[in-house]
T-cell receptor, first 113, second 112 residues
Framework: DTEVTQTPKHLVMGMTNKKSLKCEQH?????MYWYKQKAKKPPELMFV???????INESVPSRFSPECPNSSLLNLHLHALQPEDSALYLC????????????FGSGTQLSVL | GENVEQHPSTLSVQEGDSAVIKCTYS??????FPWYKQELGKRPQLIID?????GEKKDQRIAVTLNKTAKHFSLHITETQPEDSAVYFC???????????FGKGITLSVRP
């Protein structure tokens, strides 16, 4: 299995809702990432997990809360988002010794109303 | 930190022609340069990459060249096809444990 799977593919939520994005990979990658991408812009790094521990938080607002329950799963919990948080949220994974070689998931297109 | 500039921001070519997309980087310590292709509504996909100990790499219709002295690298696509239409992102990294710095992306349109 050489894929990174993300669910859901699309999500619409209100500013008072709580929702979660899920990501799964079975390639044995011990580094996992969350990126945010606006239309026709490059992906922006949000969080990096190494060996299921948060290693990088790129000053992301606390309304985004990541979680890595095991080596295959990565979640992003969303609460009290703003309309400007609407974007494509991409999960990625890599081998720890090859962090520059990212395998991206298909993303969750999030709309905040 | 690293800064990656990508020019032009849009490029339109006739089917069958060649396309060249150029990126410049600022950190001379960067040693890994991937190119990602992202079709509309899809994930970024790594299409080719090059390390700093190599000047050129080719894979069928695509090639990447690197000029370390000038700190720029380019993506070359020959015999372009409509399915090459996408946003292309270049990126740079200073090592295996460093994050990627992406360029702003270029929208390539291949006219049939």
């Amino acid at each position: 299995d050489t894929e990174v799977t993300q669910t859901p593919k699309h999500l619409v939520m209100g500013m008072t809702n709580k929702k979660s994005l899920k990501c799964e990979q079975h390639m044995g990658h011990r580094a996992m990432y969350w990126y945010k991408q606006k239309a026709k812009k490059p992906p922006e790094l949000m969080f990096v997990y190494s060996y299921e521990k948060l290693s990088i938080n790129e000053s992301v607002p606390s309304r985004f809360s990541p979680e890595c329950p095991n080596s295959s799963l990565l979640n992003l919990h969303l609460h009290a988002l703003q309309p400007e948080d609407s974007a494509l949220y991409l999960c990625a994974s890599s081998l720890l010794g090859q962090r520059e070689k990212l395998f991206f998931g298909s993303g969750t297109q999030l709309s905040v109303l | 930190g690293e800064n990656v500039e990508q020019h032009p921001s849009t490029l339109s070519v006739q089917e069958g022609d060649s396309a060249v997309i150029k990126c410049t980087y600022s950190d001379s310590a960067s040693n890994y340069f991937p190119w990602y292709k992202q079709e509309l509504g899809k994930r970024p996909q790594l299409i080719i990459d090059i390390r700093s100990n190599v000047g050129e790499k080719k894979d069928q219709r695509i090639a990447v060249t690197l000029n370390k002295t000038a700190k720029h690298f380019s993506l070359h696509i020959t015999e372009t096809q409509p399915e090459d239409s996408a946003v292309y992102f270049c990126a740079a990294s200073t090592g295996a444990n460093s994050k990627l710095t992406f360029g702003k992306g270029i929208t390539l349109s291949v006219r049939p």
